[in-house]
C-alpha cells in the first residue's frame, strides 16, 4: 500500500537546531528504506524563503501500521522532535507510474 507521509517541523526557534542536529541520522536511515523500496520519494517542504518546514514522503508499507513500527517508531525527526505534526494519507499513484 502506498502511503504519503507529511511531517511539519516545531516552528523557530526550535525546529531548525532540531532538524539540523539529526538530519544525518534521518538521511542515513531514509537511504536505508529506499534500498529496501520503502522510501519511493522524499522532500523537504520549504517556506517562502527557501528553509525547510516539514518533509513529504512517499512510501510503500503493507499497512499504516507496519509503516508506523517499522518506520516512525525509529524515524530521529520522530524521536528528536523535529516534526511538530505527522499527517499519514494513503494514496493511489496515477497508473501510469505503477
Given amino acids: 500500500m502506498t502511503f504519503m507521509v507529511l511531517?511539519?517541523?516545531?516552528?523557530?526557534?526550535e525546529g531548525p537546531g532540531r532538524r539540523q542536529?539529526?538530519?544525518?541520522s534521518h538521511l542515513q536511515l531514509g537511504e536505508s528504506l529506499h534500498r529496501q523500496r520503502?522510501?519511493?520519494?522524499a522532500a523537504a517542504l520549504l517556506n517562502d524563503s527557501g528553509e525547510p518546514i516539514g518533509s513529504v514522503i512517499i512510501c510503500e508499507f503493507d499497512?499504516?501500521?507496519q509503516l508506523e513500527?517499522?518506520?516512525l517508531s525509529r524515524e530521529p525527526y520522530v524521536?528528536?522532535?523535529v516534526w511538530q505534526k505527522?499527517?499519514?494519507?494513503p494514496i493511489r499513484p496515477a497508473p501510469f507510474l505503477t
Fill in 38 to 41: 520503502r522510501w519511493l520519494y
Fill in 79 to 81: 524521536l528528536n522532535r
Fill in 63 to 65: 499497512s499504516q501500521e
Fill in 69 to 71: 513500527n517499522e518506520w
Fill in 86 to 89: 505527522v499527517e499519514i494519507f
Fill in 7 to 13: 511531517g511539519f517541523d516545531h516552528p523557530a526557534p
Fill in 21 to 24: 542536529s539529526c538530519r544525518h
